[in-house]
């Protein structure tokens, strides 16, 4: 039949058109990869940030950067030392100067009119030490008495050292000042003595005048040339004053 032939010829013509065609036409998939491809050709490369440094050290809160560390106080323990040093230095100096100008008495002060065989109620002040560090020089002896040394650097050589002939100075609570013997043989002295400075009431009995006599406050203490005559003598009847 004629048109049996006819349509076989029209399949066979149209077989290639539709190879063609399906080779020309672009999948749903390969056009969805193409587009990617080209968004992804056209889209420009992101910078990625650095990455902070593992370990970088945090700076403090409220502190500027840049800011350089402040230095480490120094300590006062030097200058706290060396302080509490002169204080007592100060301190030591001021209490001799006292020590030494508690002894003399002041400026200008008329001293007694005594004259030989006079007895004189006197109280003397007095510390436990002052047997041993009240000491006199001269080479005079009077009525039998006599300092303990004859000069600064030699002791008395011409007898003995009997408390009742050796003179020492002594200051009253008056501020009067004289030689005297006797005074560390009373009873009232031979006992156990007061740890601070105390006072004693004595009888002194006037025998005469030391010229110029030197004194000494301190066994450690340097001697002092009097320009002024000390009266000498004797103390007894001593009692002790209680404060």
Not at 19 to 43: L, N
Not at 77 to 97: N, P, Q, R, T, W
Request: net charge neutral; glycine share 10%.
């Amino acid at each position: 039949m004629a048109t049996s032939s006819e349509d076989k010829d029209r399949l066979d013509d149209d077989a290639p058109a539709d190879e063609a065609g399906a080779q020309d036409t672009p999948t749903e998939e390969d056009g969805g990869s193409r587009a990617a491809s080209r968004e992804d050709a056209a889209a420009p490369a992101k910078a990625s940030r650095p990455a902070k440094q593992a370990g970088a050290a945090r700076r403090p809160a409220g502190k500027k950067a840049g800011a350089r560390p402040r230095a480490a106080a120094q300590p006062q323990g030097g200058s706290l030392g060396k302080s509490m040093i002169l204080f007592l230095i100060i301190i030591g100096g001021l209490a001799a100067a006292f020590a030494y100008f508690g002894r003399e008495p002041a400026p200008g002060t008329a001293g007694p009119k005594w004259k030989p065989g006079d007895k004189a109620q006197v109280e003397v002040t007095l510390v436990s030490s002052d047997i041993k560090d009240l000491a006199c020089w001269s080479s005079e002896e009077i009525s039998g008495r006599h300092c303990a040394f004859e000069s600064p650097t030699k002791g008395w050589s011409k007898g003995d050292a009997d408390d009742k002939k050796l003179l020492r100075p002594y200051t009253t609570t008056d501020r009067v000042q004289f030689l005297g013997a006797g005074l560390w043989s009373e009873p009232a002295l031979t006992g156990k003595l007061p740890s601070a400075r105390f006072a004693v009431k004595c009888t002194y009995t006037v025998e005469g005048k030391m010229k110029r006599p030197g004194i000494r406050w301190s066994s450690e203490g340097a001697w002092l040339d009097r320009a002024d005559d000390w009266y000498t003598g004797v103390l007894s009847d001593c009692k002790l004053i209680t404060p």
